[in-house]
């Protein structure tokens, strides 16, 4: 008895909805209450490609993930942009989807879907349960005091709505499912950001000790050298850049683009492929200009499955 009625909460009894419109278990779930203004839909991914006609044209804020990742977006039409994302190698590692929208569409808009997009980021980095995949940085919005008051119990209604449509990006009783590797004498923290790059080096990997990338699905295969860590010819590059980089890492993707060596993938607007090998002076550095972003070597790990590259004619 103790267990149930010793709680400590500062939050209210409360009770969530369920409702499948589309019958199943695992299929379309509508979860919400009788007194918020907020709706969570949840459907595997594979449905994204037509989205559920109870959603359609309306702003939102949604979630794709699996066990391991995910990646927190907003839009205004959530239809299209889930449509999208289906057709977009980058997200094929989704499993579910999670769409926060109004319950009723006058009571949730654009600027609603940015603020919990920003919001919703930051809780699952400190969560630290997935790895949370980025496109461009969340947008800080500037708002008045009692505008963010109020999108801020849109964050605390959306966190326990969540939960209840079975995402734990956010909270879970389960420890981090982050992919885990191996510690390894290749292990290399983030170190400074200086030292030249050598393009177009002899491109012969070691047996058994190439990694690959493991950030937004792309293409990368690397390995470490006595003098720093070489990125084979064929790899992706991210063509977005993070507003968080240091300056350093756009000289060096203007030293590739006047050597020539980054080449357009025909059909893909968001990644370039490296012709010539790269010898980069620390993994972490490595991992930075090819994926764009302030990230550190651990996001080169061991192989762990055979993926196939794109290749366009």
């Not at 919990?116 to 995949?133: F, H, K, S």
């Not at 950030?215 to 063509?239: I, K």
């Not at 972490?284 to 302030?294: E, Q, R």
Request: with cysteine; charged share 20%; aromatic share 8%.
């Amino acid at each position: 008895m103790s267990l149930f009625f010793n709680n400590n909460s500062v939050h209210p009894a409360c009770t969530s909805n369920v409702h499948r419109p589309m019958g199943g278990i695992a299929g379309l779930r509508e979860v919400h209450d009788d007194v918020g203004r907020l709706t969570v839909s949840a459907f595997p991914f594979a449905m994204a490609k037509d989205i559920p006609s109870p959603l359609g044209a309306v702003p939102a804020c949604y979630i794709l993930a699996d066990h391991a990742t995910a990646y927190i977006g907003e839009t205004r039409n959530v239809g299209r942009r889930l449509s999208e994302h289906s057709a977009h190698p980058s997200k094929a590692f989704a499993r579910e989807v999670y769409v926060i929208s109004g319950y009723l569409s006058a009571w949730f808009d654009k600027t609603a879907a940015i603020y919990l997009q920003y919001r919703l980021t930051q809780i699952a980095e400190e969560a630290g349960l997935v790895d949370v995949m980025k496109g461009t940085n969340p947008q800080v919005l500037e708002l008045p005091s009692h505008k963010r008051a109020s999108l801020d119990h849109f964050v605390e209604h959306g966190e326990r709505l969540l939960f209840d449509a079975g995402c734990r990006v956010l909270r879970s009783n389960f420890a981090s499912q982050r992919r885990k590797r191996e510690t390894t004498e290749t292990d290399m923290a983030i170190g400074p950001d200086d030292g030249p790059m050598q393009i177009d080096v002899t491109d012969l990997p070691p047996l058994g000790n190439e990694l690959e990338l493991d950030y937004c699905d792309l293409w990368a295969r690397g390995y470490p050298v006595r003098d720093g860590f070489v990125v084979t010819a064929g790899s992706e590059v991210r063509s977005l850049v993070n507003q968080s980089v240091n300056p350093i890492l756009h000289t060096r993707r203007a030293e590739l683009a006047a050597a020539e060596a980054l080449a357009p993938i025909t059909g893909i607007q968001d990644r370039l492929r490296l012709r010539a090998a790269v010898c980069f002076p620390s993994a972490a550095i490595a991992a930075k200009v090819v994926t764009g972003a302030h990230v550190n070597s651990g996001k080169w790990v061991n192989r762990r499955y055979p993926k196939p590259i794109l290749i366009a004619g």
